[in-house]
């Protein structure tokens, strides 16, 4: 997944690659709601979970949990090109 966004977000993102775990905690660029964003990700058939939901005072709105558990490769750099789609469909 690390060279998937570093491939799709270059240094439009920021992350840091987990040493264990399962999730890569990613922050956009604060024009990104990634609550507002889900919809638009579903129709690119991408999922991930807001940051929003990760906070206790409605925080982290240009972050997303992305798992990086379960998947091959291929599936990792689809996914993430699929993200992408879907941030630069938006509106």
Do not use: C
Request: charged share 25%; hydrophobic share 35%.
């Amino acid at each position: 997944m690390d060279r998937a966004l570093q491939a799709e977000f270059g240094d439009r993102i920021t992350y840091r690659t987990p040493a264990g775990g399962y999730f890569f905690w990613v922050g956009f660029d604060e024009a990104v709601d990634t609550a507002k964003l889900i919809e638009q990700a579903t129709g690119h058939k991408v999922g991930y979970r807001p940051g929003v939901r990760f906070s206790s005072q409605n925080g982290y709105n240009n972050y997303a949990r992305l798992s990086f558990a379960f998947y091959e490769d291929e599936q990792l750099t689809e996914g993430v090109a699929r993200l992408r789609a879907a941030i630069d469909a938006q509106p």
